[in-house]
């Protein structure tokens, strides 16, 4: 079930059946010559559209900007400063929380934004603990490809060449879900180089066409189901354990 298809009325009579949410969260920034702006937000909502298809998932609008400054330095990237990041997510989670959901499941697709939603859950957290009471809601951040099974899937489809950014992995993932959208490019070099990630200038210097330690030439849309396949099938997993989770006290 998808909330932004939903009516206020289908979401009331959701709430008394379930209180757990998942929300696809990523990032609008450069994927190398052939990776698309928003792979790391589509690649958390394919997955999760894929998942709320097999089971009885809600699953919210992706949260599709995150923090990707060290991206800026090519065209069509978008990026949140870490500050206004919490303020977002915080009032996401304001939001939700008022209508009644107490476990909300992020599933990330940036790996640049996992300190910021750290930071934000222990921000909203936060609130409740100064006022010596209990939040009442329990926030959960898990990145796609740290779902059981699929680095090692990952693994085997691409032994070598699978990179930390503009990863065949992600790749392969958009083109299962938007063939019409697969684009190719000579790579110089097949692989691409690794280094440290520090801002914009640098990265742009250190990692001409955006790619880090990737050969996303070996991405197909068959891999890329394999991917969503075992994603999807985890994450139904998860979510209905993080949901049946105990409540303390
Ligand atoms: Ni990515």
């Known amino acids: 079930m998808l909330l932004h298809l939903s009516t ?11 209180r757990t949410v998942v929300i696809p969260i990523g990032s609008n920034e450069q994927h190398g010559p052939t990776g698309l702006l928003g792979t790391d937000f589509l690649c958390p909502e394919i997955i999760a559209h894929e998942a709320q298809k097999r089971a ?9 900007i995150g923090m990707a400054q060290h991206h800026l330095g090519f065209p069509g990237s978008i990026s949140l400063r870490p500050t206004t990041f919490i303020a977002a997510l915080t ?20 790996g640049g934004n996992v300190a910021t939603i750290e930071a934000a859950f222990s921000e909203i957290y936060s609130a409740a603990s100064f006022d010596r009471r ?26 070598t060449g699978h990179g930390a950014h503009a990863t065949p992995s992600e790749i392969a993932v958009t083109q299962w879900a938007y063939p019409d959208a697969i ?11 690794n280094g440290p990630i520090r801002e914009a200038a640098d990265f742009r210097a250190r990692f ?29 997993r998860e979510v209905e354990a993080f949901g049946n989770e105990e409540r303390p006290g």
Not at 56 to 64: E, G, I, Q, R, S
Not at 186 to 192: C, G, K, R, S, T
């Open 8 to 18: 206020w009325q289908e979401i009331e009579a959701f709430l008394q059946t379930s």
């Open 56 to 64: 009885d998932l809600l699953v919210a609008p992706t949260f599709n």
């Open 91 to 110: 009032d996401w989670t304001r939001s939700l929380v008022g209508h009644g959901f107490e476990r909300l499941y992020f599933l990330n697709g940036h």
């Open 134 to 159: 209990s939040a009442g809601f329990a926030l959960k951040l898990r990145n796609w490809w740290d779902l059981p099974g699929v680095m090692p899937l990952a693994n085997r489809l691409f032994p």
């Open 183 to 193: 684009k190719s490019a000579n790579y110089a070099p097949q692989i691409a180089p």
């Open 208 to 236: 001409p066409d955006g790619r880090m330690g990737s050969d996303p030439g070996q991405a197909t849309p068959e891999k890329g189901f394999q991917l969503v396949d075992q994603a999807a099938g985890e994450l139904i």
